[in-house]
């Protein structure tokens, strides 16, 4: 692969859903054996902080630091069914001992963006809170024009963050490598391509989310994760179809003897 072409087609966000959804189901016991299995690691982490931080008289705000582990956890893991998926949809005939690889591999970059994503999004979040709870104080047109433009800035950076995971996988193939600034300035780019596709993606893969967490949270312990990474993973290949960095694959069309109709 190479890292940038120009483009040769419009990207179509339901061909990516369905392929995307296809793929999930086609490897349906993968997604719910991995997705859970990223669940419990997650949990198991998160019941240990929550251990740890018990025995703290006086939980200040610093005492969220705690948490941290457990997030940390389940974006390695999630860094490890990203790689599977991309190995999936590629037809490079992945097994599930993979996912162990792709977080060893993608170990030290994967940390790097992931302390980046949380830092900025802290920080993005923070500053629209506090412009907000300033107009509601205070009013004023300048707390109400910073607000807005805060919450501009927050929803860009969310839109960017659907494909970082993608991207740093993809990466790997890439001559630039997995880097932090590059994922940070190829996912600015491509959001800023695409408006239409990435709200889109946006907006569905919310909606999915909210799908999986009505029975008691189940789908988001046994499928949200898995499921997700195939469809964000065909989104960003649709994308590259686009740019003419990957070929698309030719439609299968099954081979039926030709009959008269009866």
Known sequence: MTDEQTPSKPASLNKALKLGFRAAYDSLGYVVAASFAAFLITAIVLTLMGLLSA????????????GLPALL????GAVGIFYYAKKAIYHEAPAPADTLEGIRKLA??????????????ALLLGDLVFFLLAFRANGGLAFAALGI?????????FLMSLYHLPL???QLTMDSGPKVLVILRKSFLIAADNP???VGLFVAIIAFAVLCALPAMIG??????????????????????????????????????WKLPS
């Not at 956890?73 to 390695?76: D, E, G, P, Q, T």
């Not at 030290?108 to 999004?121: H, M, R, Y």
């Not at 433009?149 to 950076?157: P, Q, V």
């Open 168 to 170: 740093l996988v993809a």
């Open 73 to 76: 956890a389940a974006w390695l």
């Open 220 to 257: 988001i312990a046994l499928l949200f994760p898995g499921a997700a990474a195939f469809v964000l993973t065909c989104s960003l290949r649709e994308l590259f179809i686009k740019y003419g960095i990957v070929e698309e694959e030719p439609e299968i069309v099954e081979d039926k003897p």
């Open 149 to 157: 433009i805060s919450a501009y800035i927050a929803l860009m950076w």
């Open 55 to 66: 025995n703290v008289k006086q939980l200040h705000p610093a005492g969220m630091l705690l």
């Open 196 to 198: 239409g596709f990435t």
């Open 108 to 121: 030290g970059p994967a940390i790097a963006l992931f302390v980046v994503d949380g830092l900025v999004s």
